[in-house]
């Protein structure tokens, strides 16, 4: 597991720390509510040629992100509304754990069941009032 420490100026900084060496397209992002996890998300879906900044999926639990050509980029996912798997599986998380994209998912331990053991974990903690501790880990 390796970290850093950053802050709102440094985000794309940290998004490219979390896709140098990427080995699965899928995150998921654990942390506490205001730890920066959508923020990181917006940087993200960014940094992969999506023409629209991600929006914070207060009240969409599911949002497509697609590039200027149309094509699927990302899939991002907010399950801490979600009451368990069951309601996952309604939503279509299989299609979507099986899509050829970047999928991006917030509070994935409501879930955890669910989830492939490939992915990458991202644990983030408030250090102050701007600056962010990211930990990465990789599962394969």
């Not at 900084?13 to 080995?23: I, V």
């Not at 331990?109 to 669910?114: A, F, K, P, T």
Request: aromatic content about 8%; overall charge negative.
């Amino acid at each position: 597991m390796s970290n850093i420490i950053y802050n709102l100026n440094e985000i794309h900084k940290a998004a490219a720390f979390l896709r140098e060496g990427e080995t699965s397209k899928l995150y998921c992002f654990y942390g506490a509510l205001g730890a920066g996890k959508t923020t990181l998300i917006k940087a993200l879906i960014a940094d992969l040629g999506v023409v629209e900044a991600g929006s914070s999926p207060t009240f969409g639990l599911v949002h497509e992100y697609c590039n200027a050509a149309g094509d699927l980029v990302a899939y991002h996912l907010d399950c801490y509304r979600l009451q368990g798997e069951e309601e996952a599986l309604d939503l279509g998380i299989e299609e979507i754990l099986g899509a050829d994209c970047h999928i991006f998912i917030e509070w994935p331990q409501r879930i955890e069941g669910l989830l492939p053991p490939s992915r990458t974990d991202v644990s983030l903690e408030i250090e102050g009032a701007k600056r962010r501790k990211l930990s990465l880990g990789r599962k394969d």
